[in-house]
């Protein structure tokens, strides 16, 4: 059977995965994860020799011994071949397990985003004991926290623990837009110092980041103007309207989690203090305001909504960014 790295020592494996390991299968919905674990892998296993470093196209697909001779290939100066993938799906069943089975050293790296668990080609890594199974779903809490400070380590930055938490809140499910923000923040860091949650704010004020997280607190605590002045703002420097909507659903959540345990005699403030990842300090007195308008019943069904809303944006012919206006300027009516 497949290997199935534990969590744990993700990070570990995707930095030296092992020479037992002949094919690595990426898939899940989030498409820059799997491109960023990919590269980590490639890179883990190749260097910086262009010589170990190949790309299957669908010429191999097509025949199967062409994948296992890719990974078999002796690059001139020695070293070990990664072979990248991009794009799989089940028609390239056949060739992973030919390269499985195949002799060379050299690691397949297949990303199948969207691939299915039941399908052709997720069976056939996850039954031979040379394939290597990783899941990639948008991070959540100490793990993406943990991602963000590993980039701007790749990056040669670093932030204070109070910056990472900002950031990590406000992450989107975007893995690319993610790092580009990141590239944004380390290129504008000094060199040596640790970035502050200023010094985020200050680089990144201008983005779409903050006018979004300005309308949330503001339909939150049922300002219907100012909520639809920062959402303007938001859509007009390039919110995403899906972002949008999953970053309303996840301020929800969160308001949901504070006021379950505001309802069970827990402080406002303590309530709010104990979310993870921590409120920023800015933010804290509205998320206590907002508890003192919705009710953990109200906000369970503002999240239910929310789900809908975001299906709405993707299958209608309604405008997403219309759907997702009315979203946020729904929740402000209602908080009023």
Known sequence: MAARPDPRRLAAFLDGPPESCRLVLLLGDDEGLISERAARLVAAVAGDDPLCREEAGREAQRDAGALPALAAAQPLMGGRVAVRVRGATDAWAEAAKAALAGPGPGLVVMEAPGLKKTGKLHGAVAAHAAGTVVECYAERGAELRGSIARILGELDAQAEPEALDWLAERAGEDRLA???????????????????????????????????????????????????????????????????????????????????????????????????????????????????????????????????????????????????????????????
Request: charged share 25%; net charge positive; no cysteine.
């Open 178 to 336: 993610l790092r580009r923000t990141l590239e944004v923040l380390a290129l504008h860091a000094e060199p040596g110092a640790r970035i502050a949650v200023e010094d985020a704010m200050a680089v990144l004020g201008e983005t779409s980041l903050l006018d979004l997280d300005e309308a949330l607190l503001a339909a939150g605590q049922g300002d219907v103007a100012a909520a639809d002045r920062a959402i303007a703002r938001a859509m007009a420097e390039g919110a995403n309207p899906i972002q949008v909507i999953r970053a309303a659903l996840r301020q929800v959540q969160r308001l949901h989690q504070a006021a379950l345990a505001v309802a069970a005699g827990v402080p406002a403030g303590e309530a709010v203090g104990a979310l993870r990842p921590p409120v920023f300090w800015k933010s804290k007195a509205a998320y206590e305001r907002a508890l003192r308008k919705w009710s953990p019943a109200r906000l369970e069904a503002l999240g239910a909504a929310l789900l809908r809303a975001e299906r709405q944006a993707k299958t209608t012919a309604l405008p997403d960014a219309t759907v997702a206006r009315h979203a946020i300027l729904g929740i402000a009516r209602g908080a009023r």
